[in-house]
């Protein structure tokens, strides 16, 4: 009864900081920014040290756009740099980084760009306001286009996961096959649950503690302190950076019935995000070229959980839409 009477208290808690938060006036800034000087160096600390347990990058590219600068490292072999490329776009707050599970799994059959998303924290610089999804869109078109990479095969995250079908909405002509990892907005609506937990795991004022606690909740119950490097580089971008991103463009059932792109969908049953069973059902039901499956046990860090088992789904599908 007592365990129960302090959940209870922690979400009341949590219920009460999302309320006023909502109520915060939003600053006038429109690019998206660190904090402080101090919250950029905490943040820069966090990111190097978990670069530092990705495999060595071949190059590093620092691509100018109309929207800013992004940040995209290339991994590969010898014997695969002839190959069609994936091109990995991380979670919200996440960065390079996170793919750290998959990175080399990936490159044994692979090379591999991965992406800093342009206006979340990470390496990448925006320098102007991006408005609205075609937007989001054409920074990553472009991104693709000055790489010179004529057909490339996307791989997203959650929100990554949103912006490499956002791409294929608006510009789908270099992409030849899509893999989504429990990706929000697409096949399914965002869980009242968890936009109630997002709010204060991303508000500085919350206690680093419970700001932990709610990114643990949200990934499933990973850890999110700091002895994980990832999971403090999560942490130290929700708390030093505002992001200053338009919101996420749900997908319309024209929209889907719009794609053509194979994709594949690897959905988590235990996701806190949406509904797994009715976005696997959506996904069938508009997709006309769709793999889409719910994953047994997995929660939104799928791609962490099941690393082997997921690079080796995304392996076989992009081996058959080479």
Same mark, same amino acid.
């Given at each position: ?35 402080? =000087? ?52 991380h979670g919200r707050s996440a960065s390079t980084p996170m793919w750290e599970a998959n990175l080399a799994g990936l490159m044994e059959e692979r090379p ?30 472009? @991104? ?12 997203? @995250? ?53 700001? =932990? ?40 059932? =024209? ?25 696997? =059902? ?41």
């Amino acid at each position: 009864m007592l365990i129960l009477k302090r959940v209870l208290l922690i979400i009341t808690i949590i219920i009460a900081i999302s309320i006023v938060f909502l109520f915060i006036p939003k600053d006038s800034n429109k690019l998206g920014y660190f904090v402080s =000087e101090e919250g950029e160096k905490d943040f820069m600390l966090a990111y190097n040290e978990a670069m530092g347990i990705l495999p060595p990058t071949d190059k590093t590219f620092n691509v100018e756009t109309d929207y800013g600068t992004v940040r995209v490292y290339y991994f590969t072999t010898e014997e695969n740099r002839h190959k069609e490329p994936v091109i990995l776009l991380h979670g919200r707050s996440a960065s390079t980084p996170m793919w750290e599970a998959n990175l080399a799994g990936l490159m044994e059959e692979r090379p591999v760009y991965s992406v800093d998303l342009l206006g979340e924290p990470g390496m990448s610089i925006q320098k102007e306001p991006i408005n609205d999804s075609q937007q989001q869109a054409e920074w990553l078109r472009e @991104v693709i286009a000055k790489l010179e990479l004529e057909r490339v095969h996307l791989v997203g @995250v959650s929100i990554g996961g949103w912006t490499a079908m956002n791409l294929v909405r608006f510009y789908p002509e270099r992409i030849a096959s899509v893999s989504l990892l429990d990706p929000v907005f697409v096949f399914a609506p965002i869980s009242l649950k968890a936009i109630a937990i997002s709010i204060p795991a991303s508000v500085p004022l919350v206690p680093k503690p419970i700001r =932990e606690k709610m990114l643990s909740v949200i990934s499933g119950g990973a850890k999110t302190d700091d002895s994980e490097p990832v999971a403090k580089l999560i942490e130290a971008g929700m708390r030093n950076y505002k992001i200053k991103l338009p919101s996420p463009q749900s997908f319309s059932v =024209e929209d889907l019935q719009g794609i053509e792109v194979p994709v594949l969908a690897l959905m988590a049953e235990k996701s806190f995000m949406h509904n797994s069973e009715k976005a696997v =059902e959506t996904g069938k039901t508009h997709v006309k070229n769709i793999e889409i499956e719910n994953w047994k046990n997995a929660s939104h860090a799928i791609n962490g959980e099941f690393s082997a088992e997921v690079n080796a789904r995304i392996l076989e599908f992009v081996e058959k839409h080479k």
